[in-house]
């Protein structure tokens, strides 16, 4: 009995679990090539614009620099200003 429960339960697991999507962006190349057409996909394998841009000449594709780079760098946000508001007595 103990071995029918869980052979149901891996069987339930296996089915609710969904298709694994892949990564868009590789994190190893600053800059990625987006490809337009039946089926838009990413090929993020550039060192710089010019190359990308090179790659994408006469097809319907436009360079974007990869926001997932390993080397990229953590802008801070801009400093938000706070209301000052006095106090009622």
């Known amino acids: 009995m103990r071995r029918l429960a869980l052979t149901a339960l891996a069987l339930g697991m296996l089915l609710a679990g969904g298709a694994a ?3 868009t ?10 490809v337009y057409g039946r089926a838009s996909y990413y090929e993020c394998r550039y060192t710089s614009l010019a190359q990308c841009n090179a ?3 006469g097809r319907a594709a436009q360079c974007e620099v990869n926001p997932y780079v390993a080397s990229a760098s953590v ?10 508001h006095r106090q009622i007595y």
Do not use: I, T
Request: with cysteine; charged share 25%.
């Open 75 to 84: 802008n801070e946000a801009p400093a938000r200003y706070r209301r000052h």
């Open 21 to 23: 999507r892949a990564q």
């Open 25 to 34: 962006y590789s994190p190893d190349y600053p800059v990625c090539l987006h």
């Open 55 to 57: 790659s994408a000449s």
